[in-house]
């Protein structure tokens, strides 16, 4: 796969999962090199193999990555209002119950746009 389309993934699946990430890492030596991850996705600087080594796990195995969120996990909220990334630097799209507060990315802050 195109180096580009995987660090555009990572980058969508870093952004979704960075609350769990953050309270995963919490407290401990890692959360340091949480913090460089999250400053170079924020700087737009590949951060594909930074995670892979921070999380010991390949993000282009289809078996198991950051992605894959947890089980039971999904799903359940109306989807119809759709808002993607601010810069379009990634592919995550959140989906908010209609009239609902735009989401921000979870990297920048940045109120996420309408798809």
Do not use: K, W
């Not at 995963?24 to 930074?50: C, H, K, M, N, W």
């Not at 198991?64 to 993607?84: F, H, K, N, Q």
């Not at 609902?100 to 109120?111: F, H, I």
Request: hydrophobic residues 40%; aromatic residues 2%; contains cysteine.
């Amino acid at each position: 796969m195109n180096t580009e389309i995987v660090e555009r993934i990572v980058l969508g699946d870093l952004c979704e999962q960075l609350p769990l990430l953050r309270e995963q890492f919490a407290g401990s030596d890692e959360a340091r090199e949480l913090d460089a991850i999250e400053a170079a996705a924020r700087a737009r600087l590949p951060v594909t193999a930074l995670l892979e080594d921070l999380l010991g796990v390949s993000m282009t195995d289809t078996v198991r990555g950051v992605s894959t969120g947890l089980p039971g996990a999904a799903g359940g909220r109306a989807d119809e209002e759709s808002y993607g990334c601010p810069d379009r630097a990634c592919d995550r799209i959140a989906h908010t119950v209609p009239a609902g507060a735009a989401p921000t990315c979870r990297l920048t802050g940045v109120s996420m746009v309408r798809r």
